[in-house]
T-cell receptor, first 119, second 113 residues
C-alpha cells in the first residue's frame, strides 16, 4: 500500500513570497489533515477535510494560509505571503473515518512532510 | 499549561535496556491514545493505538493507559539502535471522529550499541 505522498520535500523561500505544498493521501482515505510541526515540538492541526469539505479549520491562519481539496483526493496548502515564523515542517496525514460506527476513530497515517525555510 | 506534557529528553540508553516513555495530560475527555515514532526527516509513524484504560502489547512494545492518573506510558523491551528516534504521544476525544490529535512535545531516544 502506497503511503501519503507529499511534495516538495524541501522548500526555501524569502519572506513575503508565496509557497504551496501538495499532498496525495492513501487511496480510499476520505479524511485528510494538514499539520504543522515546529522544531522540537509535536505536530499541530491546521485543517481537516472530510472528502471535499473543510470541517475543522479553526487553527488555520486564514489571513495568509489557504487550502483546498478538489475532488476529495489530493490537497494543496498555500501560504501567501510567507513570514519568518512560518518555517516549519508541514505534514499531511490521511485516515478513513466511518461515521456509522459511533466510537470509531481511525488512526492517522502521515507523509514525510515538506520542510519549509523562510529567510 | 499544555494539554499534553512530555519530557523532551534526550534519553540515552545502552542496547538491550528497557525504555520507559511517559506523557501526562490534563483533559479527562481524551479517550484514544497513540504513540508515534518519528525518525529524523521523516513523518510520524503509528506504533501503538489504544482506547481507554489498560495495557496493549505488540512485540517489544507495551502501551499503558492510566486514566485515573491521566498518565500514559510506552515501554520498549530489549531496545535496539534502530529504536533511536523521537517518540510522540498523541490523544484525541471520544466519539468526535475529528482526528484532531493533540501531540506531546516528543521524547528523543538514543540507543547506543
Amino acid at each position: 500500500e502506497a503511503g501519503v505522498v507529499q511534495s516538495p520535500r524541501y522548500k526555501i523561500i524569502e519572506k513575503k513570497q508565496p509557497v504551496a505544498f501538495w499532498c496525495n493521501p492513501i487511496s480510499g482515505h476520505n479524511t485528510l489533515y494538514w499539520y504543522r510541526q515546529n522544531l522540537g515540538q509535536g505536530p499541530e492541526l491546521l485543517i481537516r477535510y472530510e472528502n471535499e469539505e473543510a470541517v475543522d479549520d479553526s487553527q488555520l491562519p486564514k489571513d495568509r494560509f489557504s487550502a483546498e481539496r478538489l475532488k476529495g483526493v489530493d490537497s494543496t496548502l498555500k501560504i501567501q505571503p510567507a513570514e519568518l515564523g512560518d518555517s516549519a515542517v508541514y505534514l499531511c496525514a490521511s485516515s478513513l473515518v466511518v461515521r456509522s460506527v459511533a466510537s470509531y476513530n481511525s488512526p492517522l497515517h502521515f507523509g514525510n512532510g515538506t520542510r519549509l525555510t523562510v529567510t | 499549561q499544555k494539554e499534553v506534557e512530555q519530557d523532551p529528553g534526550p534519553l540515552s540508553v545502552p542496547e538491550g535496556a528497557i525504555v520507559s516513555l511517559n506523557c501526562t495530560y490534563s483533559n479527562s475527555a481524551f479517550q484514544y491514545f497513540m504513540w508515534y515514532r518519528q525518525y529524523s526527516r521523516k513523518g510520524p509513524e503509528l506504533l501503538m493505538y489504544t482506547y481507554s484504560s489498560g495495557n496493549k502489547e505488540d512485540g517489544r512494545f507495551t502501551a499503558q493507559v492510566d486514566k485515573s492518573s491521566k498518565y500514559i506510558s510506552l515501554f520498549i523491551r530489549d531496545s535496539q539502535p534502530s529504536d533511536s528516534a523521537t517518540y510522540l504521544c498523541a490523544m484525541s476525544y471520544a466519539s468526535s471522529n475529528t482526528g484532531k490529535l493533540i501531540f506531546g512535545q516528543g521524547t528523543t531516544l538514543q540507543v547506543k550499541p
